[in-house]
Each structure stands twice: as C-alpha cells, then as structure tokens.
C-alpha cells in the first residue's frame, strides 16, 4: 500500500460479532437447559437463519413472527420472544475491538459501519452502544432492505460515502461478506479477534504496534 493510499483508507466496521457481542443463546439458553446443541437444533428446526436474514432485509418483525409463529406453533412463545426479548441477545460491547474504533477515531481516521440488522430492533438499542457515535456514516441492511453479501449494499455505503472500494477496509467476521467486498475491490479484514484485528492493522500500517496510527498517517 502506497503512504497516499495508507492516509486516505477508511475503515468499515461491521457489528455483530465485531463491535457487538450477539448471540441467541443468551435469551435462549435457559430454555434449553443452557444446552446450546438442543438450542440449536431448534434453531434449525425453525429456519432461524433464513428467517432472521428478511427482518436484516427490512421485513417488519410483526408480520415475520406472525409468518414463522403459523408454521411452527408450538415454538410461537420462543419466536415472540425473540423479538420482545432482542436485547436480551446482546451481552455488550466487544472491548478490545472499540478500543481499536477508538484508537483509529483519536488520530482521524475516517470509519464508517456496515451491519446486517433490523432496522427496529438496532434503533432500540443504539443507545447502549454510544461508540457506534464515531462513525461517520453507517448502513444497515434494514434500512437499504438489501443484507450483505450482496454487491448492493457496498455499492450504497460507496455511494453515500464518496469513496472508492479501494480506499475502504471492510472489517467482518463473515467470510462471505469479506469474499463479496473484496471481489468489489475493498481492502478486507476476516475478523476473527481484537488481538488478530490489531495484528492485521499494524501489518497495514493502519495501527502502530502501541495502538495508535503511525504519525504520517
């Protein structure tokens, strides 16, 4: 990477599982005896991947949990439950990473987020997450109703933004996501943790070995 190309990268923060700790076992663990196996294979049963991705898209929560609680009565209590209860799925912020966030945001870099997620569900609990305030711009998918990996989607965060896919480091824990920006022309970061993060950015010379960005940057 030339020092230009270094100065004007921004970095695009995906959420959950970078930023954000999500996780439904931690609303439905109980149920299942803290069993995450028999959580699971209900997770399956129910298509819960498929089924959580339309809300991502834009699919009101009501008309979702109406659909799936139909063809699946007798879990109706846990399909509710998952959208009155979302918070409950959260445990926090992931520190190590908003550290990283916040080391990038003190020497000016320019940072951006990107997340699959409900536009409802992400508006009730923003407020818990005030790092999110950082970023300059962020999508979400419920917003545009287009989830990642789709090309969409980076083309809006592209054309909101300005910028080029080559002057942005898309930064998720999904290697779909990250194969899809990449094939876009993005600089890409599988994440797989803050330590692993900071390692990938100080070999960027993105982040200087002591958390802040090199001065020239």
């Known amino acids: 990477m030339t020092p230009e190309n270094n100065h004007k990268t921004a970095v695009v923060f995906d959420f959950g599982g970078v930023l954000i700790h999500w996780d439904p076992f931690l609303l439905y663990g109980p149920h299942f005896n803290n069993d995450r196996a028999a959580m699971q294979r209900f997770l399956d049963e129910i298509g819960f991947a498929e089924w959580n991705a339309l809300q991502d898209a834009g699919r009101p929560f009501a008309e979702g949990v109406a659909e799936l609680s139909a063809r699946f009565p007798q879990h109706a209590a846990l399909i509710r439950a998952y959208h009155e209860r979302f918070e409950e799925t959260l445990a926090g912020p992931i520190q190590g990473s908003v550290e990283i966030l916040r080391a990038l945001k003190q020497q000016g870099r320019t940072l951006y987020g990107l997340s699959n997620w409900s536009a409802e569900t992400f508006e009730r609990v923003r407020h818990n997450f005030p790092f999110l305030d950082l970023l300059e711009t ?14 969409r989607i980076f083309q809006v965060l592209l054309e909101r933004t300005g910028r080029q896919a080559g002057d942005c480091l898309l930064i998720d824990d999904s290697p779909a996501n990250v ?5 876009l022309g993005f600089q890409t970061v599988r994440f797989e943790s803050p330590q692993q993060l900071k390692d990938a950015l100080v070999q960027r010379g993105l982040l200087a070995p002591n958390g802040n960005l090199p001065r020239d940057c």
């Not at 545009?144 to 789709?150: L, M």
């Not at 194969?179 to 094939?183: F, I, R, S, V």
């Open 138 to 151: 962020i999508v979400l998918s419920g917003e545009v109703r287009v989830n990642k990996p789709d090309p």
């Open 179 to 183: 194969a899809a920006a990449a094939a």
